[in-house]
């Protein structure tokens, strides 16, 4: 085997060309990185809001909550259903929810974003654990309270603990905050269902969430919505849901990770280029070395290591520029409901590690012809090259 | 003597784009163990792609040629790459000498193709700079070299495996007078002292001096043979 040594010093003895190399492969690495940490941000913001278990109500064609409306009515009929499951009083696991989009200042944008009121009962809790509450205290029920997520107060003016904010003719009082876990409550403000909707006027709910007692209940009462003609609801899972909404933004991101495909193409033509350079250089001592009894094998992966150490350093490069994005927080419009979602950017070890084997794959494709190019030359040639 | 290397009939033919170009046709000779051969002649006459084809980095077009009774001119690609490890030592007009790495570590650079361990690699590579009189250079690089310098590494690098041949092309092509009578000298002592089996190409007759017997090619011909010393080494096949 060719010591490592060959390479390294190889690498050093060019260290100009060595060093764009690596800048080049980081650059496409980190923007491909960013893209990543920015699905993986938004997919968790959105993918692990749901849960597989709980049922998500929604009136028939309605994509979002805020677009959909559950009336009381028949909010009364699918509580009543059986197989639903029961709390420690012995009532049925259903959240009733009002879903408002509205507009308030930005702490950075006095125009503001549209942030998602959420109207809920305890059940909101019960059936979403990971919600909870990290300072202050809960509303209480009928009044003007609210509670925000944490991402909502670092965000958006006025909505500190003790804050007052106006909503519509009513102004609310922030009495809490919660913490959701980077899911997509995480960007939304908290209130009393019944006051909410009769300070907005609403005389339906948007959304039901039910807990079923087992799988075979989930079949059940999604069958018994179905068929009753009165209600015109559609179930799903709250899973589902979320997975749906992110569908709005899949096609942004699809197109993104186009482009870094060609960027990472980019990359492989940069390192053969870079690569049949530094073996063309080298054609005599390559061919003195198979003189001496070295194999075409030994050659090929000679170079391909020199290739790929350069992509890996490119790769840890890339994550290097890539890292101040992470946990940047920011958000995006949902194009569906028109609400922000907060998400952070998240270059976490699997977006890193991704990263690091795209970088040694191109580095390893790059390599490769520029390898066997210099292994299938004739030793005798070779040899005469200056 | 022992017949070490047997050349039969050996042909060479390039291809240039359409044309063939014959380099060698038809030569016959017999190299003996022990023996210190100087292959002359002009340019194109064929030497270096006989010494090639000796060397095992080139196959013959026809004909044969057996070293130590093994036909090498059958030999696989990969089975002349082992070939060369064990048995071929190289020097080159231009020393050819990985520059990025230091004397000590282009003379190893042939035995990490043996099973020697670290130790005793490292054994032999003192061993074989001494003999070229370069111990106290061993972590210099080629750049900090003179040109004699680096074709003693080169020469160190030749036989630190303690290869059955010797191929050297042109070894003082690069050199002065005064390092190439050097490097002549070296290869020499190697030859009387350590019995080794040399081929070299020179287009040099002052080198030439130095071996057993030299060989003249024109045309790809073997033409005439002058010897030195080495004269009852030459064998009736290779005369006739």
Do not use: C
């Amino acid at each position: 085997m060719i010591p490592l040594k060959y390479n390294i010093q190889n690498l050093k003895a060019r260290s100009v060309s060595t060093l764009m190399s690596i800048f080049g492969i980081g650059i496409v690495i980190a923007v491909m990185l960013s893209m990543m940490a920015l699905y993986n941000g938004v997919l968790r913001a959105t993918t692990t809001s749901g849960s597989k278990d709980s049922m998500m109500v929604l009136r028939e064609g309605a994509q979002a909550e805020v677009s959909s409306w559950v009336t009381k009515e028949a909010y009364r009929i699918i509580r009543a259903l059986p197989g639903i499951q029961k709390d420690d009083k012995g009532q049925p696991l259903v959240s009733p929810e009002i879903v408002i989009a509205f507009k308030i200042p930005k702490k950075d944008d006095p125009k503001g974003a549209n942030v998602v009121v959420r109207g809920i009962t305890p059940n909101a809790f019960a059936l979403r654990p990971y919600v909870k509450l990290v300072q202050g205290r809960m509303f209480r029920p009928a009044t003007n309270e609210v509670i925000v997520a944490r991402r909502i107060r670092e965000r958006f003016k006025n909505t500190d603990l003790g804050d007052t904010f106006k909503f519509g003719p009513q102004t609310w009082n922030v009495v809490g905050v919660f913490d959701a876990a980077g899911t997509a409550f995480a960007s939304e403000i908290w209130a009393d269902v019944d006051y909410l909707g009769e300070a907005r006027k609403r005389s339906a709910y948007s959304s039901l969430l039910i807990q079923p007692a087992d799988h075979a209940a989930f079949e059940s009462i999604k069958a018994a919505i179905k068929n009753d003609n009165r209600l015109k609801l559609q179930v799903k899972t709250e899973y589902q849901y979320y997975v749906d909404q992110v569908n709005g933004l899949l096609g942004i991101v699809i197109l993104v990770f186009i482009v870094t495909l060609f960027m990472v193409a980019a990359a492989v033509l940069a390192t053969m280029n870079t690569m049949f350079t530094a073996v063309s250089s080298r054609k005599r001592e390559l061919a003195t070395m198979r003189a001496i009894g070295f194999k075409r094998r030994a050659i090929v992966g000679a170079m391909i290591i020199e290739s790929a150490f350069v992509a890996f350093l490119g790769g840890v490069m890339g994550i290097l520029l890539a890292l101040p994005v992470n946990l940047i927080s920011t958000g995006t419009v949902n194009w569906q409901t028109f609400s922000e979602v907060a998400f952070n950017f998240r270059v976490d070890q699997v977006v890193a590690s991704i990263g690091i084997v795209l970088a040694v794959i191109s580095g390893v494709l790059g390599g490769l012809i520029p390898a066997i190019s210099a292994a299938r030359m004739p030793i005798t040639r070779a040899l005469r090259e200056i | 003597m022992e017949v070490l290397v047997r050349i039969e009939n050996v042909k060479k033919i390039y291809r240039r784009d359409e044309f063939d170009v014959p380099v060698l046709n038809g030569v016959s000779v017999d190299v003996g163990r022990g023996d210190f051969l100087a292959l002359m002649g002009p340019s194109g006459s064929g030497k270096t792609t006989l010494l090639n084809l000796i060397a095992g980095i080139d196959r013959p077009t026809g004909g044969r040629i057996l070293v130590e009774e093994k036909e090498i001119s059958r030999f696989s690609e990969t089975q002349l790459a082992s070939w060369r490890a064990r048995h071929v030592g190289f020097i080159f007009q231009l020393y050819n000498l990985i520059p990025v790495l230091n004397a000590f570590e282009n003379v190893e650079l042939p035995l990490l193709l043996t099973k020697l361990s670290r130790k005793e690699r490292r054994e032999h590579v003192n061993t074989a700079l001494n003999i070229v009189g370069l111990g106290d250079r061993m972590f210099h690089y080629p750049r900090q070299l003179s040109g004699g310098q680096e074709q003693r590494v080169a020469i160190a690098r030749a036989i630190v495996t303690d290869p059955t041949i010797i191929v050297a092309d042109e070894p003082t092509g690069d050199l002065d007078a005064r390092n190439a009578e050097e490097v002549l000298n070296l290869l020499q002592r190697l030859n009387d002292e350590f019995q080794k089996t040399i081929i070299m190409v020179t287009h040099d007759p002052k080198a030439a001096q130095h071996a057993r017997r030299t060989l003249h090619l024109e045309k790809g011909m073997l033409v005439e043979m002058l010897t030195g010393a080495g004269m009852e080494a030459m064998s009736a096949r290779a005369e006739a």
